[in-house]
C-alpha cells in the first residue's frame, strides 16, 4: 500500500535517547503519579521514605519536615548519611569517577535497596524515588553528616551546579542526610502542600516504627491562622496506639491484642481489638506501605481469625453441632485491625504497590496469628464469650440481610421501568454516559425532575432523614425503604456483594440544600457509601453537587454566588448600583430553569468529586461523627464551630 503524503517521516533521527533524568520531566506521572496536589505530596513522601528506611534498619530514630515561606522542603534526620567518595564503575563524561552521592541523585535506579546488604527493609526501590525528586525540582541541595565531615552538593532540575564539596567538620556521631528542595512550578499546577495530608501520613509512619520521632513544622504564613505550626509523632507502642488511636471513639470490647514475631526473615506484627459498633476497620501494610487491596499477609490473617474463633466457639459449645461455622464476615464485624509486615523482598502485583503477592508470607502471617489470638481466647475467657456471642449475632444478621438484600435484587429485576423511591430514569441506558441526582424531599426533587435533561439525567427524591448506617447492622439497614431505593436504582448491590458491573449511572450525584438538614442528610449518604459502596468512591462515581447560596441581580443582569466570600466581593465591584439578594435556602426555592443553569448543566455547574485521601483518617472521622459516642461529635463541633457560618440567614 503506498504511503500517504502526509504520514510523517520515521529515520534513524527520529529515535531520541532521553539522558539522565530528562524522561522523568518529560513523563512525571510514570514515576510520581500526576503533578497536581497528590503528585506535589508525593515527592515529600520519596524523600522522607528515605529517611524511615534508615530508621528501619536500626540507624535513624528522628526526621524533622520543615515547609519554609517560599514552600520549598527540607528533610533532615539523624541516619548514617548517603555515602560519598568515587563510585567503583559510574564515570563522568571526562573518565573520572564520579561521586556516589551525585550518582545516587542523579541517576535512576541507583541506591542501597537493591542488594549489597544496606537495607534488609525498605519501602521501596527509592534510587528511583530521590533522584527523581531531583528531576522535578527547579533547585535541591543535599548536605551529608558522615565520618566526621560535612558535605554538600546543589543540583538545578536534576544537574548538579557544584561538585560534592567538603564544607565544615563535625563530631563523629553525629550523622545524617538534609534534603532541601523547592519544586518546578513550571512541572506542578501548585505548590501549595497541605499541613494536614502530610501530618496524617506523617502519624501513619511513626505508628508503623516504633519508636521513630516524626516532626512537621510549617513555617508559612498562612490567612487566619498563626505564622507557624509544628506537630510531632511518637508512638512507643507502635501499631497497638494506631489501633487505639482509631477506637479513640468507640467502647471497646478489650484491649488490644499485640503480637509481634520472626518467621523465616519476614517480621510479623498485628494488633486486633473487637468494639461493640459494626464496621470493620482493617488496615494493611507491607514495608510501611498501605496495601489497600490486600495480598496475601491479609489473605492469611482473615484466615487465622476465622479459623481460631470457630475452633474456640466448637471446644467451649458456643456453635452447636447443628449450628453451621461462621463466615470471614461474621468474625470481622466490629474488629479494629492494624496488620504490618516487614520483608526484605516484598512482591507487588502493580506499580502502585496496592497488593502484596508473596505467597509464603499467607502461612507466615495465618501462623503467627492463630497462635496469639488462641492464647488470648484461652487466657480471657469472659472477653472470648463477648466476641464469639458477636459473632452469633453477626451470623444470625447476615442470614437476614441476605434475605433482605435477595428481596432488594429481586424487585430490581422485576421493577426496572417503575423502579422505588419515585426515581425518575432518564432515556439513555448507557450507564458510561448517564448520571443521578439523589435529591433531599419531593419539593427540590420537582424543580429538579423538571429542570434536568431527560436523556441522560436521572432524578431520586428521598423522603427525609436516610437511617444512620454508623449505629445499625446489616439486616435494619436494608429494611430502610430509602437505603432499599438506593441500591435498587444503582443496580450495584451493597457491602460484600456489591458489583460496580451493576452500576447503571456513570456519576452518582449527592444534591442537597445548604443548610444544617441538608448537611445533615449529606453525612448521612457520605457514610452509608463508605460503608458500604465504598469501590462506588475509589474508582470515581461519587459526586457532591454545588448549587448557589445567593441570586444577586442588577438592572438586566444577574450572578450566581456560591460562597459568602464571593458574595463579599461582588457587591464590592457593584458598588454604588441598585441590587436585589436573593437567598436560596433550598432547592426547592429554584425553579427548573435557574437548577438546570447553575447545578445541573454539565457546561455550566461545579461538582465535588469525593474521594478517600486517607482511609484510616476517613474512617476515624465517620466514626466519630457518626458512631455513639457523644463527647467526641461534642468537642469536634466545639472545636470547629468558628469556622461554621449561619446557614439560615
Known amino acids: 500500500m503506498a504511503r500517504s503524503q502526509t504520514t510523517p517521516s520515521y529515520e534513524v533521527t527520529d529515535i531520541q535517547v532521553l539522558e539522565g533524568l530528562e524522561a522523568v520531566r518529560r513523563r512525571p506521572g510514570m514515576y510520581i503519579g500526576s503533578t497536581d496536589s497528590r503528585g506535589l505530596h508525593h515527592l515529600v513522601q520519596e524523600v522522607v521514605d528515605n529517611s524511615v528506611d534508615e530508621a528501619l534498619a536500626g540507624a535513624c530514630d528522628r526526621i524533622e519536615v520543615t515547609i519554609h515561606p517560599d514552600s520549598s522542603i527540607t528533610v533532615q534526620d539523624n541516619g548514617r548519611g548517603i555515602p560519598v567518595g568515587p563510585h567503583p564503575t559510574q564515570k563522568k563524561p571526562d573518565g573520572s569517577p564520579m561521586d556516589t552521592l551525585e550518582v545516587v541523585m542523579t541517576i535512576l535506579h541507583a541506591g542501597g535497596k537493591f542488594g ?293 435484587i429481586r424487585k430490581s429485576a422485576l421493577e426496572s421501568m417503575t423502579l422505588p423511591g419515585k426515581l425518575a430514569d432518564c432515556s439513555d441506558r448507557d450507564p458510561t454516559k448517564t448520571e443521578i441526582f439523589i435529591v433531599e424531599g419531593d419539593s427540590a426533587g420537582g424543580s429538579a425532575k423538571q429542570g434536568r435533561d431527560r436523556r441522560f439525567q436521572a432524578i431520586l427524591p428521598l423522603r427525609g432523614k436516610i437511617l444512620n448506617v454508623e449505629k445499625a447492622r446489616l439486616d435494619k439497614i436494608l429494611s430502610s425503604n430509602e437505603i432499599k431505593a438506593i441500591i435498587t436504582a444503582l443496580g450495584t448491590g451493597v457491602g460484600s456483594q456489591f458489583n460496580l458491573e451493576g452500576l447503571r449511572y456513570n456519576r452518582v450525584v449527592i444534591m442537597t440544600d445548604a443548610d444544617v438538614d441538608g448537611s445533615h442528610i449529606r453525612t448521612l449518604l457520605l457514610t452509608f457509601f463508605y460503608r458500604y459502596m465504598e469501590p462506588l468512591i475509589e474508582n470515581g462515581h461519587l459526586f457532591i453537587a454545588q448549587p448557589p447560596l445567593y441570586r444577586i441581580e442588577t438592572g438586566k443582569s444577574h450572578h450566581y454566588v456560591y460562597t459568602e466570600e464571593q458574595k463579599e466581593q461582588l457587591l464590592k465591584k457593584l458598588k454604588g448600583e441598585k441590587v436585589a439578594i436573593q437567598r436560596y435556602k433550598g432547592l426547592g426555592e429554584m425553579n427548573p430553569e435557574q437548577l438546570w443553569e447553575t447545578t445541573l448543566n454539565p457546561e455550566n455547574r461545579t461538582l465535588l468529586q469525593v474521594t478517600i485521601e486517607d482511609a484510616a483518617a476517613a474512617d476515624r472521622i465517620f466514626d466519630m461523627l457518626m458512631g455513639e459516642s457523644v463527647p467526641p461529635r461534642r468537642r469536634f463541633i466545639q472545636t470547629h464551630a468558628k469556622n461554621v457560618r449561619n446557614l439560615d440567614v
Open 116 to 408: 549489597g546488604g544496606g537495607y534488609k527493609v525498605a519501602s521501596g526501590l527509592h534510587g528511583v524515588g530521590v533522584s527523581a525528586v531531583n528531576a522535578l525540582s527547579e533547585w535541591l541541595e543535599v548536605e551529608v553528616r558522615r565520618d566526621g565531615k560535612v558535605y554538600r552538593q546543589r543540583y538545578q532540575r536534576g544537574k548538579p551546579v557544584t561538585p560534592v564539596e567538603l564544607i565544615g567538620r563535625t563530631r563523629p556521631e553525629d550523622t545524617g542526610t538534609r534534603t532541601t528542595f523547592l519544586a518546578d512550578q513550571t512541572i506542578f499546577k501548585s505548590l501549595d502542600y497541605k499541613f494536614e495530608t502530610l501530618a496524617q501520613r506523617f502519624r501513619e509512619m511513626a505508628f508503623l516504627t516504633r519508636g521513630l520521632t516524626i516532626r512537621l513544622v510549617d513555617l508559612r504564613v498562612i490567612k487566619g491562622e498563626p505564622p507557624w505550626r509544628e506537630t510531632t509523632f511518637y508512638f512507643e507502642g507502635g501499631i497497638a496506639s494506631f489501633v487505639r488511636y482509631l477506637n479513640k471513639n468507640r467502647e471497646v470490647l478489650h484491649p488490644p491484642i499485640y503480637v509481634e514475631k520472626q518467621v523465616n526473615g519476614t517480621l510479623v506484627e498485628a494488633a486486633i481489638q473487637y468494639t461493640d459498633g459494626y464496621a470493620e476497620s482493617v488496615f494493611a501494610f507491607a514495608n510501611n506501605i498501605n496495601t489497600v487491596d490486600g495480598g496475601t499477609h491479609l489473605t492469611g490473617f482473615r484466615s487465622a481469625l476465622t479459623r481460631v474463633l470457630n475452633d474456640y466457639a466448637r471446644s467451649k459449645g458456643l456453635l452447636k453441632e447443628k449450628d453451621l461455622n461462621f463466615s470471614g464476615e461474621d468474625t470481622r464485624q466490629g474488629l479494629t485491625a492494624v496488620l504490618s509486615v516487614k520483608m526484605t523482598d516484598p512482591q507487588f502485583e502493580s506499580q502502585t504497590k496496592a497488593k502484596l503477592g508473596n505467597a509464603e508470607v499467607r502461612g507466615q502471617v495465618e501462623s503467627v496469628v492463630a497462635e496469639a489470638l488462641a492464647a488470648f481466647l484461652e487466657e480471657n475467657g469472659s472477653v472470648a464469650r463477648k466476641i464469639v456471642q458477636k459473632c452469633i449475632t453477626s451470623s444470625r444478621a447476615r442470614e437476614a440481610a441476605r434475605q433482605a438484600r435477595d428481596l432488594v
